[in-house]
Structures are given as structure tokens and as C-alpha cells.
């Protein structure tokens, strides 16, 4: 006991002459020992992100062991003379410094052994999980009992929290919403510390407001999320077009199938330089059937469009998907000679980009800086932006990596989360998701990529073509008000409410603390 009281004050200690303003003796109450750390390799790790674009050091980083040591910190910092702010922090996945926190506390959600395991309750379908567990793991979780959530990102290695203060979206979001659209209810630790059960019924202004809030208005320290019967396989179908309008006239179609005779999945994406065609993304094509461009008789300018669906199947019904596949693929016009099918087990299919981190990472090409931009793109306007800018400021220009293109159905986002769309029925998701090499060519450089971006943004407030940004990132209030829009009003009335003192989440750079 007197070596973890030592330890605690040589942390309290630390972190006075650091700056931060919480007093030895109030830590030493919190108890939280040896969870409060300013190990250098603790610091070092939440002072980065996956865009590795700014790196800034948080004073401590705490690993909560219960939601009580969440509520605790936060309650600290908001009763504190002069305060301190804190961030969660999931697997730190963000591009611009989102969960990042220069003068306070990063509270590290993700890590081994870090809250409690999922709880399944099958009878109910659904599953209670912890804010920092990655989507992985409830998907491990939930197939012990043959269930699976519904909607997905791309990726699995994303925590729950992180996901839910965005939106959570893949090529399931047309059919049952993005993640966001499939929680029931939230535990979650307010800007005041106070842990708050919240849903539908219960609290309903605090649990729209947390969807999609960017971690503005509480710690995400459980949700339950809903659930399916898992498929067992599917299987994943990727056809090309020239043409631009027929390509999201099909796309616009399979989204707006209703019953059982539709794809699972619709996503899509564009190919501007021949080198994308087999990347990490596509390794789909490849090394079986390498796909050149010129071979498909693209006359488009070289910009090729690559449409990707799936059809779910379980063992039983496996007699049945080849025609279900086919009466679909019938509808669309595609070019007739370019059908490329493979069958793979679900859990393959949904952990696909895991297998393309693991080849980039043995390259020593994962962690370099990605300037990643995702825009929602309304409908009205889908064809200006691919004149402006897939045959324009990115026409035949090496893009440096994937550029998804799908549509979703605005109906199946709850108009009352935080999330912020175009003002559509149907929008789309353009998703430049670069990584920047320091190679010595100029066009995969850091500040090219960027320019890049800055054309792409501008291109659209010139054009009037009303993009919204996912995953946003902007550095002035202003920017944030015209951003949120008619909801502006609301996002600041709720964190006034559940965070007056702007303790939550300032890497967003939302909200000035108050202290
Ligand atoms: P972090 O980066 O750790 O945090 C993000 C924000 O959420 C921060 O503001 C943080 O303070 C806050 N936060 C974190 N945890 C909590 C919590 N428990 N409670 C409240 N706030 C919290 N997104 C998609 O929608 N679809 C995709 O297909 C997709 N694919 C991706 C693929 C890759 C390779 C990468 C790197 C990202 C992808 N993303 C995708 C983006 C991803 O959803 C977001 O970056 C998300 O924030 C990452 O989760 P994280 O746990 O790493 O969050």
C-alpha cells in the first residue's frame, strides 16, 4: 500500500510541475495509483494518431479499469478550481489530432484487459459492450453465439466509442443505417462526471446528442448494439464501368431495392491511375487476374469505376445464390467482360483491410502521414464532382490510394443524432484515403496530397456543390457553426448542458475550454 501511495504521489508530483492544475491531495483521493501514468511510452502513444499529421503530448494518460474511474477523472476535472480538459481516446484511428489532448488527461479506452468483456444477450439480440472494445472483438464475441451487428466499417480495429462519436458507415449503411442508427442504448460519463444510462426513452436529448457528437458531450462507457442472425459466407462480386452515369444510376439502384432481392453490400470505388487498380484496396483482382485498364477499352480519359457488392448466404440457402446473384447483376450496365467473383467465409470479409495492414505494415508502409478527406457528396451533384474532380484535379494523376465512391439513403439516419449529412434523400460517401511517402517523388509528398485536398475543398465551395465532411476537421468555431448547420444551435445547447466547461474531447477543436 505505501509503495502505491509513493507511486501515486511521484505521479502527482509529475503532473503539478507539468502544469496541470489538479492538486496532489485530490489525486490521491481519486485512487487511482499507478492508472494515471506519465510513462514516456504511454504519453509517446497517445500523442499520435493514424494520420500522423500532428503529435501532441497529453500532461497524463489514464487507464480506466470501470466506468467509476472515467467519472471520477472527469468529475476532478470539472470540479477543480481551474480545471483540466480530458479526452477519450480508442485506438487513436483519427486523422487530424481528434483525440488528442495538450493539457490534460488522454483516458486510453482501448487496450488489453481494459473494461469488461461483451455480453451478449441472444434471446434479446443485442450485445452490451465497452466503449474502448474494437469492433474485432464484438464481432468474436457475438459469433460464439451465430450473431453478428449489422452495420460495419471497413475496417474492425476501430473502437466502438470512436466509431459512434462519427457515424460508423461501410456498404451495409444503405440498408440498415450507419452504426449509429443500430444502438439502443448508452452508459455514458457526462463533461460534470456523472455517469448517465441513456436511450430512446431514457435521457433521449443526451443519447442522440453522443451519436455522432464527436465526443462533445460524454465518455462512451457502454453500448448496446443490435443484432442478426451471422451470415456464414458471401459472396463478393466487383464489376467496371466508363461511364460515370451509368455506374451511380446502378449504384442508385441497389440502394434502393427493398425485401430480400438485393446485395448486403454496396460500395464502390474509382480508378484514376492504373497503379490503384491492384493496390491494397484491390488486391481482389490480383495476382490471379491482374486487370489492365487499357485491356477494358476505357476511352474515359483513363477513369475507370469499379461498382463492389456482396450477397450474404448461409449453408443452407447456398443453392439459391448464384441465381439471386445473377437476376441482379442482369439489372446493371456494367462492362459486360469485366465480372470478378470470389466466395470467402463472412468474418474474411468483413476483416478484409486487417490483411492489407498486415502486407503495408511488413513494408514499412502503414505508418507513414495519410492525409485522408471524406466528403459526403449530395446526389444533385454527383456528376459536377466527378467532372471537377475525379477527371479534373485528380484526372490520370497518381492518387495514392483508394478512392471509395457509395450512396446511402439519408431515411435511415436518425435526423436527431449529431451526425451532419447534405440536405438529400441520397448522398454519397467520397473517400480519398491517401498515404503520403517521402520518397522523393513529388506527387506522393505530404505537401502535394494536401494541396490536393485544399483544390478539392475549394472546388466544391466554388461549385456550390454543398459536401458535407465526415470525419471533420476544421480549426475555427466558424468553420463549426457553418459545418453543423441547422443543428449548430442544438450541438451548443447540449454541450452547454452536459459539458459547460468544455472539459471533453478539445482535440476536435470545437470549443474553447473555459479555464
Ligand atoms: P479515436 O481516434 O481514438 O477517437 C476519435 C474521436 O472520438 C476523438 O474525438 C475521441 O475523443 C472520441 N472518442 C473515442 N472514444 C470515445 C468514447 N468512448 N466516448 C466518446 N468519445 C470517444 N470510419 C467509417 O465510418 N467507416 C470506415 O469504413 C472506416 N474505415 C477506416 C479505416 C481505417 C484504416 C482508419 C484508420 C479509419 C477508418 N474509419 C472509418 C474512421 C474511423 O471510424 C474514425 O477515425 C474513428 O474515430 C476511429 O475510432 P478510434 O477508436 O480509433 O477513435
Known amino acids: 500500500m505505501a509503495t502505491k501511495l509513493l507511486l501515486a504521489f511521484a505521479i502527482c508530483r509529475l503532473i503539478v510541475t507539468v502544469g496541470l492544475t489538479l492538486k496532489p491531495k485530490e489525486i490521491l483521493h481519486l485512487g487511482f495509483d499507478c492508472q494515471l501514468s506519465v510513462d514516456p511510452a504511454d504519453v509517446d502513444s497517445a500523442s499520435k494518431d ?3 499529421l500532428t503529435r501532441v503530448k497529453p500532461l497524463a494518460v489514464l487507464h480506466p479499469s470501470s466506468a467509476l474511474d472515467v467519472a471520477r477523472l472527469v468529475k476532478a476535472a470539472y470540479g477543480s478550481d481551474q480545471g483540466f480538459t480530458v479526452s477519450a481516446r480508442g485506438h487513436g484511428h483519427s486523422i487530424n489530432g481528434q483525440a488528442q489532448n495538450p493539457n490534460g488527461v488522454v483516458v486510453q479506452m482501448s487496450g488489453n484487459g481494459v473494461g469488461p468483456r461483451p455480453r451478449v444477450r441472444a434471446g434479446d439480440m443485442y450485445v452490451d459492450v465497452w466503449g474502448g472494445e474494437l469492433w ?5 464475441s457475438t459469433l460464439e453465439y451465430g450473431l453478428a451487428p449489422k452495420s460495419w466499417t471497413d475496417y474492425l480495429y476501430l473502437s466502438v466509442g470512436g466509431t459512434l462519436s462519427n457515424a460508423g458507415i461501410s456498404g451495409q449503411a444503405f440498408n440498415h443505417g450507419p452504426q449509429i442508427s443500430n444502438v439502443h442504448e448508452l452508459d455514458v460519463v457526462t463533461g460534470k462526471g456523472e455517469l448517465m444510462t441513456c436511450s430512446e426513452e431514457q435521457n433521449s436529448e443526451l443519447f442522440h446528442a453522443v451519436l455522432g457528437g464527436l465526443g462533445q458531450f460524454g465518455i462512451i462507457i457502454r453500448a448496446r448494439i ?3 442472425p451471422a451470415p456464414q459466407r458471401m459472396r463478393w462480386i466487383r464489376v467496371l464501368y466508363s461511364n460515370f452515369s451509368a455506374f451511380t444510376r446502378d449504384q442508385e439502384y441497389l440502394i434502393s431495392l427493398n425485401g430480400s432481392q438485393k446485395f448486403d453490400y454496396v460500395e464502390g470505388f474509382v480508378i484514376v491511375d492504373e ?3 491492384n493496390n491494397w484496396r484491390s488486391s481482389f483482382f490480383s495476382p490471379r487476374n491482374p486487370v489492365k485498364i487499357s485491356s477494358l477499352g476505357s476511352n474515359n480519359g483513363g477513369v475507370l469505376y469499379c461498382l463492389e457488392v456482396t450477397k450474404n448466404y448461409y449453408e443452407s440457402t447456398a443453392g439459391s445464390v448464384d441465381q439471386e446473384v445473377e437476376a441482379l447483376l442482369k439489372k446493371l450496365n456494367f462492362i459486360p467482360t469485366s465480372v470478378f467473383t470470389t466466395d ?4 474474411d470479409f468483413l476483416d478484409r483491410v486487417h490483411k492489407s495492414e498486415l502486407k503495408l505494415r511488413s513494408k514499412g508502409l502503414w505508418e507513414v502521414p495519410h492525409p485522408w478527406l471524406n466528403l459526403f457528396v449530395p446526389k444533385s451533384k454527383i456528376d459536377d464532382f466527378n467532372r471537377g474532380v475525379f477527371k479534373g484535379i485528380l484526372g490520370n494523376k497518381r492518387t495514392s490510394g483508394p478512392i471509395l465512391i457509395y450512396p446511402m439513403n439519408k431515411n435511415k439516419w436518425n435526423d436527431r443524432s449529431s451526425a451532419v449529412t447534405p440536405d438529400e434523400e441520397v448522398f454519397y460517401l467520397v473517400a480519398f484515403l491517401r498515404s503520403a511517402l517521402d520518397n522523393g517523388e513529388e506527387s506522393q509528398s505530404l505537401e502535394y496530397l494536401s494541396n490536393q485536398n485544399h483544390q478539392i475543398l475549394r472546388f466544391c465551395d466554388d461549385d456550390g456543390i454543398k459536401a458535407k465532411q465526415y470525419l471533420p476537421h476544421y480549426a475555427t468555431q466558424e468553420e463549426w457553426r457553418e459545418h453543423l448547420g441547422s443543428k449548430w444551435d442544438r450541438f ?9 466547461r468544455h472539459i471533453l474531447a478539445s482535440g476536435q477543436q470545437i470549443f474553447t475550454p473555459t479555464f
Request: aromatic share 12%.
Open 275 to 277: 497503379g490503384l487498380i
Open 50 to 52: 493514424f494520420g500522423l
Open 492 to 500: 451548443h445547447k447540449m454541450k452547454m448542458k452536459y459539458d459547460p
Open 226 to 228: 443490435s443484432l442478426e
Open 136 to 140: 474485432i472483438d464484438v464481432l468474436r
Open 344 to 347: 470467402l467465409p463472412y468474418v
